[in-house]
Nanobody, 121 residues
Framework: QVQLVESGGGLVQAGGSMRLSCAAS????????MAWYHQAPGKQRELVAA???????NYADSVKGRFTISRDNAKNTVYLQMNSLNPEDTAVYYC???????????????WGQGTQVTVSS
């Protein structure tokens, strides 16, 4: 059983910073790309940032220059450092990872339960 557990959400004022963490646990053989998505009320879930096992990253245009994704492969953990937050960043943030549980299993998509980030103006 694989779990992704997020932490670090909450309330912050506009212009502030926040760091999200997501740790993968359970029977894990290999983790491929890890990513953060967000979903605002009434909107679809969107990719915020992603990072490959080798550290290659990509970001949504709306967060480039403000957010930084990183990962610690030894800890099976991905982070999202969010700076210069604005009210439009308010959303539930979800961690995502492509994980193989054994050498012969396929890659499955796993999701965290989500953590609320609220930016007040």
């Amino acid at each position: 059983q694989v779990q992704l557990v997020e932490s670090g959400g909450g309330l912050v004022q506009a212009g502030g910073s926040m760091r999200l963490s997501c740790a993968a646990s359970g029977t894990i053989f290999y983790i491929n790309t890890m990513a953060w998505y967000h979903q605002a009320p009434g909107k679809q879930r969107e990719l915020v940032a992603a990072i490959t096992k080798f550290g290659d990253t990509n970001y949504a245009d709306s967060v480039k220059g403000r957010f930084t994704i990183s990962r610690d492969n030894a800890k099976n953990t991905v982070y999202l450092q969010m700076n210069s937050l604005n009210p439009e960043d308010t959303a539930v943030y979800y961690c995502n990872a492509g994980i193989r549980v054994s050498a012969v299993s396929r890659l499955y998509d796993y999701w965290g339960q989500g953590t609320q980030v609220t930016v007040s103006s």
